[in-house]
């Protein structure tokens, strides 16, 4: 099985401020095809996870250009320019290129 | 408005079985790939099972492969989880959701709890 590993595993951010999280796996999630599997879903307290980010870099519909991601290969990053207070919950990085699909421990985001 | 909404989930003893349904509407269900995720107390989430638009290919964890049923009935719009031979380690929030193409999954339904204890 493919591992995915957040860290951090916590952060606390002032209003405005930056907040980046790292996701890396065990295994390359670049498909033959061409195509980059690495999701980010964030879980808001009390909610289901939604989906932010999917294929590396690519914003779901509805998500703030706040939000961006990037990286290849094994290396992933998630990050989020000007933190809002409606940005609090738990971040998860997630791998669909093979089942079982995996998600990493999760980062709780708090707002300073 | 799309719409997930998983039902069956409650308290049963180590050994016993659930049978876990997710009602789909405002989306064209027959088409979709969908998938069971659960969320485990301590808030992990772990990925359960997968059932193609056909039911030609299904997936499931290790951790409940022979004990978990994947199933649907697209006439009803309807997925469903068969559990048998709960564990402790079974207790979680189960969500069903649309999988849209290689893990991304667009909707998630609320949930439904399952509680395995004696």
Redesign the interface.
């Known amino acids: 099985d493919i591992v995915m590993t957040q860290t951090p595993l916590s952060l606390s951010v002032t209003p405005g401020q930056s907040a980046s999280i790292s996701c890396k796996s065990t295994q390359s999630l670049l498909?033959s095809g061409g195509?980059t599997?690495l999701?980010w879903?964030l879980q808001k307290p009390g909610q289901?996870?939604?989906?932010l980010i999917?294929?590396v870099s690519s914003r779901?519909s509805g998500v703030p250009d706040r939000f961006s991601g990037s990286g290849s290969g094994t290396d992933f990053t998630l990050t989020i320019s000007r933190v809002e207070a409606e940005d609090v919950g738990?971040y998860?990085c997630?791998?669909?290129?093979q089942?079982?699909?995996?998600?990493g421990?999760?980062t709780k985001l708090e707002i300073k | 408005e799309v719409q997930l909404v998983e039902s069956g989930g409650g308290l049963v003893q180590p050994g016993g079985s659930l049978r876990l349904s997710c009602a789909a509407s405002a989306f064209a269900f027959s088409s979709s790939w969908m998938?069971w995720?659960r969320q485990l107390p301590g808030?992990?989430?772990?990925?359960v099972a997968?059932m193609s638009q056909d039911g030609s290919h299904i997936?499931y964890?290790?951790s409940v492969k022979g004990r978990f049923t994947i199933s649907r009935d697209n006439a009803k719009n309807s997925l469903y989880l068969q559990m048998n031979n709960l564990r402790a380690e079974d207790t979680a929030m189960y969500?069903c959701a649309r999988?849209l193409?290689?893990?991304?999954?667009?909707f998630?339904?609320?949930?439904t709890l399952v509680t395995v204890s004696s």
């Not at chain 1, 089942?99 to 998600?103: A, G, H, S, W």
């Not at chain 2, 808030?43 to 990925?47: I, M, R, V």
């Not at chain 2, 998630?108 to 949930?111: E, H, I, L, P």
């Open positions: 498909h195509r599997y999701h879903y289901s996870p939604q989906l999917y294929e779901f738990v998860y997630m791998q669909g290129i089942f079982p699909q995996t998600f421990q999760g | 998938t995720v808030k992990a989430l772990e990925w997968e997936s964890a290790d969500y999988d193409s290689w893990g991304r999954t667009d998630w339904g609320q949930g």
